[in-house]
């Protein structure tokens, strides 16, 4: 009887505990987190989790400083981030994309004026944690050697905005950890891939089965979503004069101004120059567009002004990622209609 118990009945248990303990718990839904599903699959954690042996830091301030640039979290204070912009200045917090696999800044327009939220030069932080290169492109033009520390880090990627793009301080190691976990409450969740029925049950069958490889079904995943944000820069019209050679539609300019431009413009929000609905604007606008100055949209719009760190505020450009050349045209067209 001993023995049978030893020989038999214990590696019956042995086996059924650790199986129990191997097959996976993780159900899945809309909101399941996707980095949390993929781990679950076998996918290796990326390089910019929290450092929660970290004494001190909280959502709560991450929160803070993104949002507000400065204030007070339990008592403890902020010092602010930068004189000129906070980090929503110019990044939404929220999804911005309706499929985000397309690299598209007409419905990237259209879904962020349908939501109400601003369309800007950065690229949502919405996500952020679910990239795994930063700078992309043609960043490496502006920023140069810069760049290379944060193209494949997240952390890197955040203290080189702060200091370039926010034109601000850096991050104490406190603070990096605050902003890491904030954005890690941002991250994708499942529901934001659109997957149809048969890939959630595919995604379903991986995490009941253990015995499977799970290599299709994270190559699935992450088909559903970009890990970068590609960036191309593009050079103003040789003739400014005459334009691009588009025909613009002032409908989707003034959709373009209203979302984009005066997110930052209106009431001198985060420039000194102000930008509204009035004649004035329109004119001045209409006056240098097709001059050779810094207050040519053309200008501002494609080379963005220049920065002197720390100094003061400057003008992020547009890539072709975020405006094309027929949102350019079309932006010229309504500045017009509304300038005579
Ligand atoms: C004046 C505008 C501006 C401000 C302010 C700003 N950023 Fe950026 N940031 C950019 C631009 C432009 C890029 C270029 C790449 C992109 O986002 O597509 C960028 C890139 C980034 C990236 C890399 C994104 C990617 O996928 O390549 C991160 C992360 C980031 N910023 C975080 C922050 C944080 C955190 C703050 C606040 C401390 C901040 N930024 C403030 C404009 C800004
Ligand atoms: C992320 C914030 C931001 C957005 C969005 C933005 N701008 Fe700017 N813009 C600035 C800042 C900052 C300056 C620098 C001027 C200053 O010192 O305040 C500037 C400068 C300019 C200038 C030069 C003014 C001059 O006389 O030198 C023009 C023109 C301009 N912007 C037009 C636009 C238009 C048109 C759009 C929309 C396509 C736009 N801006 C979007 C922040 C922004």
Redesign the pocket.
Known sequence: MKKLLIFGLLPLIIFLVTSVQTKSTLEISESTSVWELLKALGEPAPNHEVNTSMRGYSVAMGKV??EDGAGSVNGKKVRL??KH???T???NITKEDSDLVKVDPQSRLDYCAENGIPYL???T?YG?VN?SS???GD?EKKYGDLVKPARNN?RE??QL??VE??QGRRLSTVEMES?LAYLWTLDLKLGDLNLNDNEFKQIQAHLKDNSKDHKDAIVLLKSKYRQ??P?TFVAPPTDRKKGNGLTGDPANGKKFYETSCLHCHENERYSFFNLDDSQQSFCYLKGHFGKYSHASVYQVARWGTPPHPGKRAYM?QYTAEKMSEQQLADLRAYIESRAD
Do not use: E, K, M, W
Request: aromatic residues 12%; charged residues 5%; hydrophobic residues 40%.
């Open positions: 400083i993104v981030q930068s912009f906070v980090c200045s110019c990044h030069q950065g690229t932080l952020a990239r930063f700078y992309n960043y997240l990627a955040i905005c702060a793009c926010s902003v970068d944000s960036a992020p």
